[in-house]
């Protein structure tokens, strides 16, 4: 059974204004998608609404002031801001936007406790305190848990499923331990960051956790690590808030990855996300988009996920484990054991939940 007036979905046609040179992945057509997904979400009765735009100081906790002041000075012109990101003359306000989506979900779900969603582009995940790279300007994910931290939350847990690992994530937090940072990602590849050794520094060691994976990772690989590493992990942080970084890079048909993610593994691992979130977090969560070029699936996914935000709890009571082939995940599992289970001993006997 499904329950659509409890989701909250933020988007914007705006998200449009943010232009890339011609040929370039991160295209204003994703933004195209995701108004055509939030029209439909809007005429089957559910909840959409603009965001506002996020506040400099709100910013200022994930970026240096001299870096806002940098993008701002590019408004109403196009630049390049690095060898793929790009900066035209709406840019730094569709950021902001998307920055104050992020934020803006986090709000709903702690106030309501109903998880909200935020559709937005530019991505975020590779944004760092004082740079711009990889298609992304401000980090809206590392936004929103920023923000959560300065409701007064503890813990915070952000899991990034994106086909490249989230640097700008890592790194603004990775001193930090009310942060629990996961990512599962492809790797060696961009950025190049992400390796099973990058567990975190001072105060925040052990609260980094990365799942890198060879080319080729499918649906059961990815299910095989959630189960086995993320859920255990992410139960023993007990955080109070889970960020999704939503990357549908991942999927098989992506131009940019070399994963084979299916609509159905994307959900899978949504759920199981979501599940915990309800058992355990009483009901906060929040989805922030990364990645996805293949518009096709990037569309599905982003149908999915309203569909899976809408699920009630005894819709997830049991989730099934997907079949085929973890020899990816396998290969991968013992590295990632041997750097964190000092830091995690749940994971040194847990079982697949």
Known sequence: ???????????????GDHETPAGHPEQPARAMVMTRVADRWRSGGGRVVEPTPIDTADLLRVHEAGYLSEIASMSGRRVQLDADTYASPETEVVARLAAGAAIMGVSYALDQHSPAMAFVRPPGHHAERARAMGFCVYNNAAAAAAHALSRGLERVVVIDYDVHHGNGIQSIFYDDPRVLYISTHQ???????GAVSEVGSGAGVGFTFNIPLEAGAGDADLDLMFRRLVLPVTLEFQPQLVIVSAGFDAHVDDPLGGMRMTVDGYGTLTRLIYRFALEHCDGRFVIVTEGGYHLPALEACL???????????????????????????????GPILLAQTPYWPSISTSAQL
């Open 187 to 193: 790797y060696p590849f961009y950025p190049g960051t």
């Open 303 to 333: 149908e999915e996920m309203l569909v899976v935000g809408a699920e009630q709890a005894r819709d997830l009571q049991e989730i099934m484990p997907v079949s085929g082939s973890t020899d990816v995940a396998e290969a991968a599992l």
């Open 1 to 15: 059974m499904m329950s659509k007036s409890n989701v909250l979905l933020i988007s914007s046609s705006r998200f």
